[in-house]
């Protein structure tokens, strides 16, 4: 595993747990180099679940680009890391449940914009204005009146 301060990939595990009922592991590592420790989280691999991009493409989905896309929305915000963690797996664990192969990033966005909504307002109008791509502020001030329910 490689040391997000210093690049090596010498580390050792300190403590293993298991964690999210048993769906993870979380380990906690010391770097051999530097001597600074940091968290890993295993998990199990789901079987390969494809996105359906808006133009067509398919991609892997990828839980770290969810994560981030949740997390940038979230910056700055009173949203805790293990908040946004729970959203991640909730929104993972729909998809798996909908049992495709294929999922349409769609049905991912509004999905993200539902548990955004509940969490956080100002979380939720940053990313649905990049989801929807508010090209001015009309746009912007009608989601934010639907938001106000007037």
Known sequence: MKCPYCGKEEDKVIDSRSVQDGKAVRRRRECLSCSKRFTTYEYVENVS???VKNDGRREPFDR???K???ELACKKRPVGSKKIEAVVDEI???LLALSKGEIE???IGEMVMEKLREIDEVAYVRFASVYRKFQDKEQFLQELKKLLGS
Do not use: D, H, Q, S
């Open 68 to 70: 981030t896309g949740i």
């Open 92 to 94: 993972e664990e729909r």
């Open 105 to 107: 990033a769609p049905v």
């Open 64 to 66: 770290l680009k969810l």
């Open 49 to 51: 679940l494809m996105i």
